[in-house]
Nanobody
Framework: QVQLVESGGGLVQPGGSLRLSCAAS????????MGWYRQAPGKQRELVAA???????NYADSVKGRFTISRDNAKNTVYLQMNSLKPEDTAVYYC?????????????????WGQGTQVTVSS
C-alpha cells in the first residue's frame, strides 16, 4: 500500500524538543523531495522545511536555527528535529514527499501527504 505514516507529535512545554518521523511504504526506488508542512487553527498550511535527494535544505524563517530536517534514503524516512519550541509552533504537522518512484504499480506518484500529527506547545 502506498502511504506515509507519521509519528512523534505530542504535548511539550515551551523550550522543549520533539522529533517527528515520516516513513513511506511500498517498493520505493527513489524519492525526490521530502518535506514538512504545518497548519495552525484558522491559518493556511505552510512549508516548515524541505530536503532534496542530495541533502539541500530549505527552512521557513520562523524555524531557522531551531528545527533540523534530515532523511534516511535507505528507510524512505524523513525526520524533523524541533528544539526550543514556542507556543506559536503549535499546529498539525504534515509530511509530504514529491516525485516518488516505485518498482511496481503505481510506479510513480507526483506527491504524497501524511495524515498529520498534532504538536502542542504549552505550559
Amino acid at each position: 500500500q502506498v502511504q506515509l505514516v507519521e509519528s512523534g507529535g505530542g504535548l511539550v512545554q515551551p523550550g522543549g524538543s520533539l522529533r517527528l518521523s515520516c516513513a513511506a511504504s511500498g517498493r520505493i526506488l527513489s524519492i525526490n523531495v521530502m518535506g514538512w508542512y504545518r497548519q495552525a487553527p484558522g491559518k493556511q498550511r505552510e512549508l516548515v522545511a524541505a530536503i532534496t535527494t542530495g541533502g539541500s535544505t530549505n527552512y521557513a524563517d520562523s524555524v531557522k536555527g531551531r528545527f533540523t530536517i534530515s532523511r534516511d534514503n535507505a528507510k524512505n524516512t524523513v525526520y524533523l528535529q524541533m528544539n526550543s519550541l514556542k507556543p506559536e509552533d503549535t499546529a498539525v504537522y504534515y509530511c509530504k514527499m514529491d516525485g516518488v518512484r516505485y518498482s511496481t504499480v503505481p510506479y510513480y506518484r507526483r506527491e504524497l501527504w501524511g495524515q498529520g500529527t498534532q504538536v502542542t506547545v504549552s505550559s
